[in-house]
Structures are given as structure tokens and as C-alpha cells.
């Protein structure tokens, strides 16, 4: 469904993002600088708009954003439109795109989710993550080629997305953490819970790895499986 640039998490070598292609638009979710190079390498002959819809701002989310718009720009010549998920994270990578990346004007806009108007796009969901960014941090309901796609961002809560979890058609991609660090879910927290969407025909994948060694172990002869990348 989603094909990942990476699965970790802010200290891994490659930073939880991922794409899809609907129609002539590449829809990428969150973009981080060390996606660049397998982001570099796609095939482009068929894509006539980029959209990147941002999470939050944590540098392992929104790092990339600005060399990706320069090189849609100058080498590519494909527009890109930025979807903030609320009016404060509009202005921060507005801030961020135009004063300090200094990305050419004509070459992207940012936009809220009600002017998004694309068959692909369901919802932004507000969910819980640093003390930091209250209110500032937001999940995805989108729908791909007639399946619903949650993804969940970076989040402490589960709560938010259980409302759309229903049917055998859903795909649920969440992040996950073996640290207990009190702004991930913690998997030994939601484990049950996770397991319990699978069986009741959820295909759940996990996302924004941090110790990758530990989840395999926890997640063995489960449904539960860790996203593969590009
Ligand atoms: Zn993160
Ligand atoms: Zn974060």
C-alpha cells in the first residue's frame, strides 16, 4: 500500500517516510533528509504534482522538506504542495520553507487539509505526542485505491484512530517504540491492543523503529509486521 524511504525512528540512520502514486500525484507523508537519495532515484515520467503531507515538526519529519522543493524546482519542474495538518504548523514551515531554506515562492504552497480536495484525501487526525507540540501533532486517514490507510504520525495515544479502524479493507500504519519514553507507544502498552486489530482483520504494520532487534523479538508469531522500505 504505502512504500516506506525509511521505518526508524529520530536517531536511526533512515527517518520514518513514505509515498504513494494516485493518478499522476505522488503523495509522500512526512519527509526527512535521509530519504533524499532513494527519493532522488524514483522514477518522475509520470508524476505531474508532488503533495507532502506533514505530520509535525520534528526535524526527523520535516528535515528534507526544503531540498526536495528545491529539487522539484530546478530539476525536476514539478510543483509541490505542502499539506500543514493546522493553521500553527502552516506558519512554522512557512517560516521554515520561505525565511530559511529559501525556497522559491513559485515553486510550492502550503495548504490546509480543507483545501486539499483530492479523492485520496479523508482526514487529518489530531493525536498526542511531545509536551512540545500540543496541538500540533496529527495522523492521516487517507483512502488508496478503494482501501483506508490510517497513519498514525508520531503519537503516545492510539485513541485517535480507533474510530476509523473497522472493515477488512483497512490498513492501519503506526509507529511503535521498544523505549518507554513517554511520547511513543510503547509497545508493551499497546501490544494486546495491536494484536486484537489484527484479529479483527486490521493489517496493522509498524513504522518509526527504534530498536528494531527488540520489537522482531516482541512481534514474533504475530500478525504484527515492521514496514519494509525501498
Ligand atoms: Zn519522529
Ligand atoms: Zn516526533
Given at each position: 500500500m504505502l512504500k516506506f524511504f525509511g521505518n526508524g525512528s529520530a536517531f536511526a540512520d533512515t527517518n520514518t517516510c513514505a509515498y504513494f502514486i494516485q493518478n499522476h500525484d505522488m503523495i509522500i507523508i512526512d519527509f526527512s533528509q535521509s530519504a533524499f537519495p532513494k527519493f532522488r532515484n524514483?522514477?518522475?515520467?509520470?508524476?505531474?504534482?508532488?503533495?507532502?503531507?506533514?505530520?509535525?515538526?520534528?526535524?526527523?519529519?520535516?528535515?528534507?522538506?526544503?531540498?526536495?522543493?528545491?529539487?522539484?524546482?530546478?530539476?525536476?519542474?514539478?510543483?509541490?504542495?505542502?499539506?500543514?495538518?493546522?493553521?500553527?504548523?502552516?506558519?512554522?514551515?512557512?517560516?521554515?520553507?520561505?525565511?530559511?531554506?529559501?525556497?522559491?515562492?513559485?515553486?510550492?504552497?502550503?495548504?490546509?487539509?480543507?483545501?486539499?480536495n483530492q479523492n485520496w484525501f479523508t482526514a487529518a487526525i489530531p493525536t498526542e505526542h511531545s509536551e512540545q507540540h500540543?496541538?500540533?501533532?496529527?495522523?492521516?486517514?487517507?483512502?488508496?485505491?478503494?482501501?483506508?490507510?490510517?497513519?498514525?504520525?508520531?503519537?503516545?495515544?492510539?485513541?485517535?484512530?480507533?474510530?476509523?479502524?473497522?472493515?477488512?479493507?483497512?490498513?492501519?500504519?503506526?509507529?511503535?517504540?521498544?523505549?518507554?519514553?513517554?511520547?511513543?507507544?510503547?509497545?508493551?502498552?499497546?501490544?494486546d491492543t495491536l494484536n486484537e486489530l489484527c484479529q479483527n482483520g486490521i493489517k496493522v504494520y509498524l513504522m518509526h523503529i527504534d530498536d528494531k532487534a527488540a520489537i522482531e523479538q516482541k512481534i514474533k508469531g504475530t500478525a504484527l509486521k515492521i514496514v519494509d522500505t525501498i
Open positions: 524514483l522514477d518522475f515520467s509520470d508524476i505531474s504534482k508532488i503533495y507532502i503531507l506533514v505530520t509535525h515538526t520534528h526535524g526527523d519529519h520535516i528535515s528534507g522538506i526544503g531540498t526536495l522543493i528545491h529539487y522539484a524546482y530546478f530539476i525536476l519542474k514539478i510543483p509541490v504542495t505542502v499539506v500543514a495538518p493546522c493553521s500553527d504548523v502552516a506558519d512554522e514551515l512557512k517560516e521554515l520553507l520561505n525565511r530559511i531554506e529559501g525556497c522559491i515562492p513559485d515553486g510550492y504552497k502550503v495548504i490546509l487539509p480543507y483545501e486539499v500540543i496541538k500540533k501533532c496529527f495522523g492521516y486517514a487517507l483512502s488508496i485505491n478503494s482501501s483506508s490507510v490510517i497513519y498514525t504520525g508520531d503519537t503516545k495515544i492510539l485513541s485517535p484512530y480507533l474510530p476509523y479502524l473497522h472493515g477488512n479493507n483497512t490498513y492501519l500504519y503506526t509507529e511503535i517504540s521498544a523505549h518507554n519514553s513517554g511520547v511513543h507507544l510503547y509497545i508493551n502498552d499497546f501490544f
